[in-house]
């Protein structure tokens, strides 16, 4: 294959021009390389090198002016908008920065292009005026204000090109506007060097008239680089603007439109693959560089174009660990940089001008990688131990003063990140560069060698020094919201640029990097609609029939763009992979892209079209399961000897594996913030508020005036036991106040239960409160006792008969608190767990010989009151209604035989904790 860089070289030699004497001038500096790299091939003996620019370049020395930045540029046109607006009507910088935006890229094509300023601005006020236009002699306010903005356009336009050029600055479309004027002059100076323009294709109507100045002067060559396929057909879009330039330009009427050739229609492998997600193509161009090293394909003959950004990132991770070299062109925009979150989530907090903190946004600062590693300590991480403290005192919100109290050192940092910024962004602008070179000591302390991690360091640290600098000249910054909104402009436009052998190894870049060059092998990805092309957008104040009216580009001239680009790719590839995402996205594309079917429909080559989706194993529902193994053994025993409790062999009963990883493992559940009062919370107050209440009459009767006296104490009882198990939180508002409210029902409507059944001539006789109960058990073919401990919520005496209470605070039915087959109360969680619970407790009460059998046993449910005592009792069927509520030695016989089963299929070695499938 003969590159169209080689086969123009060729030609100049075959003209016998002098090298030196030339200057190129292409689309992109990227191809600069690659001429010079074929004219080493092409020259016999030394030579000075020819001067080689990009357009861009080229066009900004005949203007006589600099390009600035478009961060620069915006904060220029608010100084023209401030001098020309009244006081009362400026908007403040981070609204006039949305719509500013919008109009700099107006100007740029405006003046790109050439179109009469005054007409078209004109031309725009009027449609405005018509679209307003209405019998009502009285506009509204909104009106108004919206014509006023059309009116001083031309002045806004006018005063900021005026100031730039006084400068010596500008943007873009006024550095075209500049070199067209000063285009005669340079022609005049005859200058030494001929022109040679290869590779365009789109231009604006500036770059074409100075390169049909230079040409019909014959200070100028121009190679273009089109197959005759594209256009000689009068609707493909490849050609549209090359069979614009044939007809149009002068030159062309005398002299040949030269260099069409005719690559596409040779023979090409051409496969279709459509690919779900980004991360599955990603996946799949590594699979397909794997297979291509295998069959020796030369690496910088392989090309990989990616249509999205951030694909980068997944790609170079799919990379095989065979390649070793490789040319990232594209850069990685600074957006997606671990440091970008860390900084997006410190905008968060300060911008917010609150004088608290909500934990979380405290938990992203603290844990994010980036700064962690700051609050390390020779005794630990500060960070680490605020996070637990938060975590245990239940803080959703946090003062800066109340960080440093907690954090018990490195007082300084937490005055960094957490002190009020003040509103102010020289205030921001100076922590954030400081933020950044602590963390610069930290690696320098520690000698990471992570080249990395200080490149990114190094670009937010000049992305801060902009802002400075221009916060500094321009002072429009008033706000730290302001400085947001500039900061993610800036980071959305700055990226990460890599350095590598462009002329070796794998290239890797986007659709604009590929300009002029070729590739016998390319790999494009995301092949979609709304990507490659990018479709329709209306990102401008000109509409559609005036940009058609005026010469302007529009929607259909990007969409050829982009046209262009992708078949340019195809003229001279043999091996062509298109991938595109199978998964409609309407914000990250769409369907397959119409290039794809535009390909199908030429009928020029056979395409190969398939879905590559991943292998996905049959999963098979396989229930996990655990040997007992000796070190197994060993924490079951050691768990056995310190007690299995009742909640704890119903934890088994659900699920064995919970209890494994719970009981054995001690693996814990995460416990984050309790923002709102859990339910276990909840039941923990009542508990103790109750305790609280009945402790003072310990085997004494109950009396209405001792009840009536407690309700007095429910508020401070309630709230008391709610700071001593919320910790910190505050129950004062919102979700929390009415948990807070519903504990204290709970127990008022709980006492006067109590009180109703004493006025119906019951007597109780509270015998202990939240007691503490635990006892040996031994279990044949074991040498050792078993523990089996718990808390008793209370026993008391109803009318002569010994009751044993368990409360609840969710909702209990009586169907809960009754068997019939005494096997399923240790292998039905759902149905028969709350009567495992209660019978536990009367089994070790009577084990301890602290109450004399027969008694009852039950649950008293705070959401089902109503239905009081909720009474254990055993049925001979499911459908009978004749139960036995009395708890007896035969029954708690039965259930000892039960439980020591249960035990001993807990501590036999033989048996595996085999989970259980779960109802969800």
């Known amino acids: 294959m ?13 003209k016998k021009l002098n090298f030196e004497d030339l200057q190129f001038i292409l689309p992109s500096k990227r191809a600069g390389v690659f001429l010079k790299h074929q004219l080493a091939g092409l020259i016999d003996k030394p030579i000075f090198s020819p001067e080689i620019k990009s357009i861009e370049e080229f066009v900004e020395e005949l203007s006589g002016l600099k390009v600035l930045s478009n961060i620069d540029l915006l904060f220029s046109l608010y100084g023209t908008y401030k001098s020309i607006t009244p006081d009362d009507e400026v908007e403040p910088f981070e609204s006039f920065s949305k719509w500013a935006q919008i109009l700099l890229q107006d100007f740029n094509e405006i003046d790109r292009h050439l179109v009469e300023q005054n007409q078209i601005f004109d031309y725009l006020t009027a449609i405005v005026e018509l679209n307003h236009w209405s019998k009502e002699e009285n506009q509204t306010d909104l009106i108004k204000n919206h014509l006023k903005f059309w009116y001083k356009l031309k002045e806004y336009y006018s005063k900021f090109t005026e100031n730039l050029l006084n400068s010596k600055f500008g943007y873009q479309g006024l550095i075209y506007r500049e070199a067209c004027d000063n285009l005669e002059v340079y022609i005049e100076n005859k200058p030494s060097k001929t022109h040679v323009f290869l590779g365009f294709n789109a231009l604006n109507r500036a770059e074409s008239i100075i390169i049909q100045g230079l040409l019909q002067n014959d200070l100028a060559h121009i190679y273009w680089d089109v197959d005759e396929t594209f256009i000689k057909d009068p609707i493909h879009d490849a050609g549209l603007f090359f069979r614009h330039h044939k007809n149009s330009w002068n030159y062309f009427k005398k002299a040949p439109f030269n260099w069409l050739h005719n690559n596409y229609k040779e023979s090409k492998n051409i496969k279709v693959i459509g690919i779900p997600k980004l991360i599955g193509q990603a996946k799949y161009i590594g699979q397909v560089l794997e297979g291509l090293q295998r069959k020796n394909k030369t690496l910088s003959d392989i090309a990989v174009v990616l249509g999205e950004e951030n694909l980068l990132i997944p790609v170079l991770n799919s990379l095989p660990k065979s390649i070793e070299t490789l040319n990232v062109t594209m850069g990685l925009a600074l957006k997606y940089v671990p440091l970008a979150s860390a900084f997006d989530a410190l905008f968060t907090i300060h911008k917010k001008e609150a004088s608290s ?32 403290h938060i975590q245990t005192y239940n803080l959703t919100y946090l003062s800066a003063s109340k960080l440093k109290e907690i954090s018990k050192g490195n007082i300084e940092l937490i005055s960094l990140f957490f002190d009020s910024w003040e509103d102010n962004p020289t205030n921001a602008l100076n922590k954030c560069s400081k933020i950044i070179f602590e963390i610069k000591s930290v690696i320098d302390k520690e000698k990471k060698r992570n080249g990395l991690e200080l490149e990114y360091l ?7 020094n902009q802002l400075k600098a221009l916060n500094s000249s321009h002072k429009h910054l008033i706000s730290v ?20 052998e462009p002329l070796e190894g794998l290239q890797i870049m986007g659709m604009l990097e590929s300009r002029v060059l070729d590739f016998e092998t390319v790999i494009i990805s995301s092949v979609n609609e709304g990507i490659l092309p990018a479709g329709k957008s209306n990102n401008s104040f000109i509409p559609f029939d005036v940009k058609i009216e005026n010469g302007l580009p529009t929607f259909k001239e990007k969409d050829a763009v982009y046209t262009y680009h992708f078949y340019h790719l195809l003229q001279r590839a043999k091996n062509v992979y298109i991938l595109y995402n ?26 190969e079209h398939f879905i590559a989706s991943p292998h996905v194993p049959k999963i098979e529902n396989k229930l996990l399961e655990v040997p007992k193994t000796n070190m197994v053994m060993r924490e079951v025993h050691e768990f056995a000897s310190k007690g299995f409790s009742p909640s704890s062999l119903s934890n088994y ?6 209890f494994y990883y719970q009981k054995i493992l001690g693996i814990k559940e995460f416990e984050d913030v309790e923002e709102n009062i859990a339910f276990n919370t909840l039941g923990s107050v009542i508990h103790e508020t109750l305790k609280d209440f009945y402790d003072p009459i310990i085997d004494q009767y109950l009396t209405l005036d001792y009840l009536d006296s407690l309700f007095a104490l429910i508020e401070a009882t309630v709230t008391k036991h709610f700071k001593l198990l919320y910790k910190e939180g505050d129950f004062t508002k919102g979700k929390n106040l009415i948990i807070f409210n519903i504990a204290q029902h709970y127990i008022k409507s709980f006492i006067e239960d109590e009180k109703e059944s004493l006025k119906t001539g019951n007597k109780i006789k509270i015998k202990a409160i939240e007691i503490e109960s ?22 008391d005496e109803f009318n002569g008969v010994t009751r044993i209470i368990d409360y609840k605070t969710g909702k209990v039915d009586q169907g809960k608190v009754e068997i019939v087959e005494w096997p399923d109360i240790t292998s039905d969680y759902d149905k028969y767990s709350k009567s495992f619970q209660i019978l536990c407790y009367a089994y070790m009460l009577h084990k301890q010989n602290a109450i004399q059998l027969p008694v009852e046993a039950g649950i008293i449910s705070f959401k089902n009151l109503k239905k009081g005592f909720l009474k254990f009792g055993t049925k001979s069927s499911a459908k009978s209604r004749t139960k036995n509520q009395e708890i007896t030695l035969d029954t708690l016989s039965n259930f000892e035989v039960e439980l020591k089963k249960l035990i001993s299929e807990i501590c036999n ?12």
């Not at 909500?358 to 630990?380: C, M, N, W």
């Not at 400085?483 to 993610?488: A, D, M, V």
């Not at 009963?653 to 919970?658: A, E, F, K, L, V």
């Open 909 to 920: 070695p033989k048996l595996n904790f085999v989970e259980k499938e779960l109802n969800q």
């Open 774 to 795: 635990s006892i040996d058990i031994r279990v044949d073919g074991f040498n050792f006792p078993f523990k089996l401990k718990g808390t008793v919520d209370r026993v």
């Open 458 to 464: 190094y670009k937010f640290n000049t992305l801060f």
């Open 653 to 658: 009963i659900r699920n064995p594996i919970d």
């Open 2 to 14: 003969v590159s169209f860089i080689k086969s123009v070289l060729l030609d100049l030699k075959h």
């Open 582 to 607: 199978t998964e409609s996205d309407a914000l990250n594309g769409g369907e397959k892209s119409r290039f794809i079917t535009q390909l199908e429909i030429e009928g020029i080559h056979n395409i």
């Open 481 to 500: 919201v302001a400085l947001n909104s500039i900061y993610s402009e800036l980071l959305n436009s700055e990226s990460l640029d890599f350095r590598g």
């Open 357 to 388: 903190y909500y934990h979380k946004d405290v938990t992203r600062i603290l844990s994010h990688p980036s700064f962690y590693q700051l609050f390390e300590t020779a005794s630990g991480n500060t960070a680490n131990d605020i996070l637990n």
